[in-house]
């Protein structure tokens, strides 16, 4: 079974940075996508980055471009989400979620992925 466990939210100012870390285990597909989703109270989860087996073509919303950056290091299978420039709109719980390799049309959809971590709190205040 495949398991995701997510660390590195916390609260930090605007402007500020953070990275965020998902190390996965029991996950056997030769490649894969994985993203990092966002929900904030009374919005719907949305995709914010994701990426292929191999680092080819990441994609971003276009809230987060320029301020993250999606990464993976395969000998510790895990995948990192770097916020700088951080905006209280950023203020979510943050998820990181995998599934078998997709479209590109699909990586950021919540809905085309059916392994999820536990989710880590991100809070940025003004």
């Known amino acids: 079974q495949v398991q995701l466990v997510e660390s590195g939210g916390g609260s930090v100012q605007a402007g500020g940075s953070l990275r965020l870390s998902c190390a996965a285990s029991?996950?056997?597909?030769?490649?894969?996508?994985m993203g990092w989703f966002r929900q904030a109270p009374g919005k719907e989860r949305e995709g914010v980055a994701a990426i292929y087996t191999g680092g080819v073509s990441p994609y971003y919303a276009d809230s987060v471009k320029g301020r993250f950056t999606i990464s993976q290091d395969n000998a510790k299978n895990t995948v990192y989400l770097q916020m700088n420039s951080l905006k209280p709109e950023d203020t979510a719980m943050y998820y990181c979620?995998?599934?078998?390799?997709?479209?590109?049309?699909?990586?950021?959809?919540?809905?085309?992925?059916?392994?999820w971590g536990q989710g880590t709190q991100v809070t940025v205040s003004s």
């Open positions: 029991g996950y056997t597909y030769s490649s894969n996508s």
């Open positions: 979620a995998a599934d078998r390799l997709m479209s590109r049309y699909d990586v950021l959809k919540p809905g085309r992925y059916n392994y």
